[in-house]
């Protein structure tokens, strides 16, 4: 069948917390979309199974599988080149599992996938913030911090298929322990659950301090909890961001040096934080550039809603699978 008689593609994805999925069409269109938590099944049988069903459900109410060209996937750990998901630390199944092959046995049609945060810059790069440009750099700041580097105009996949792994840089020597193994990697600072253990952290350490953040439990605050008391203008959440931008922005500069490119695009849950966030991250970023950089090097929100950003990229994958 040729692609005009196919006219959508499926996007998914995967999420340290949800996986996403939505029907698209050749103009970008999000027709419908619906989810499950990925977290609910420490079986990736089991996990497979309800995503197959919701999906199933999905294409049926927006004109069957014969009409879908392909299905394209943005997941933590994925291999472009192998299709394959491969020790992804955010995710409750481990080992490297052939998800493009399985999906694609699955539902009789062609399966590509990437990494989650390539797949976010790849939307933008065609739908939101990025658009013309033909370098910058995708940082998503979610349950880890994931990234997409676009430089001349490609998406930089390695040789492996696993470039551009930014949130696992080492950004503290010696620093928090990080589920994949490592030391005070960027994800311990900067996702959502590090702005938690930021926060936890300021709290024992300044225990002669009010905060709103005192009413939960120590074990049960969130990165959610920490905004919104930074909001009210709680002196130790708004802390806890302005290291969490300093963090940031002394790693930007690093990756500024290695690629110069012309924006980073921030997006998640953290980049809502607006200016609680940016004023830290731009000063402490200006602050460790080379003269040659400084003043130069847009940071920019996502243009994108919610999660449009990586189901539309991973969208765009389908297309061109085969």
Known sequence: MTTELKPHVVGIDIGGTNT?????DARGNILAT?????????????YLEELSTELSKLISENGGIESIKGIGVGAPNANFYSGNIEEAPNLPWKGI????????EKFGVPVALTNDANAAAIGEMTYG?????????????????GSGIVANGQLIYGYDGFAGEL???IIRRGGRPCGCGLNGCLETY????????????????RKNEDSLLRKLPLDQITSKDVSEAAAQGDQIAKDVYAFTGQILGEAFADFIKFSTPEAIVLF??????GDLLLIPLRKAMEENLLPIFRNRMKILFSEMKDSDAAVLGASALAWEAK
């Not at 619906?34 to 089991?46: G, L, M, P």
């Not at 913030?129 to 911090?145: E, H, N, S």
């Open 268 to 273: 998640g849950g953290l980049a809502k934080a």
């Open 34 to 46: 619906s989810s499950i938590k990925t977290q609910k099944h420490q079986q990736f049988e089991k």
């Open 97 to 104: 599992i052939p998800f493009a092959k399985i999906l694609s």
């Open 190 to 205: 900067a996702s959502a659950t590090g702005v938690a253990r930021t926060a936890r952290e300021f709290l024992e350490n």
């Open 167 to 169: 949130g696992h840089t």
């Open 20 to 24: 996403v999925f939505g029907i698209v």
């Open 129 to 145: 913030a990025a658009r013309g440009m033909k370098d910058f750099i995708m940082i998503t700041l979610g349950t880890g911090v």
